[in-house]
């Protein structure tokens, strides 16, 4: 006879870890700051833009409750807007 076997612990349910707060004055700061450390260059670092991009596809799904089969729509919105940004911080 096979038994279940039953751990003594309790369960815990897996908390989503919300995606960190970057409002718009957030991504201008680290805009500002990634341009002045590259001696007023008019780049930025592939992985801070990927990251501000992530963030804000994040927000994106999050504003639509995480429906599914928008994940593409997302990212190209969210690209978009990190460039306007990326734009508007260098012109400023």
């Not at 990212?75 to 990190?82: D, G, L, N």
């Amino acid at each position: 006879m096979v038994t279940k076997r039953v751990s003594p612990g309790t369960k815990t349910s897996r908390r989503k870890t919300a995606a960190p707060e970057l409002a718009e004055n957030a991504v201008i700061a680290v805009l500002e700051s990634s341009h002045s450390l590259n001696g007023g260059s008019t780049s930025i670092d592939p992985d801070v833009r990927r990251q501000l991009v992530a963030a804000e596809a994040y927000f994106l799904a999050e504003r639509r409750g995480f429906e599914a089969g928008h994940e593409l729509e997302d990212w190209v919105a969210a690209e978009e807007a990190v460039d306007s940004r990326i734009l508007h911080a260098q012109v400023a």
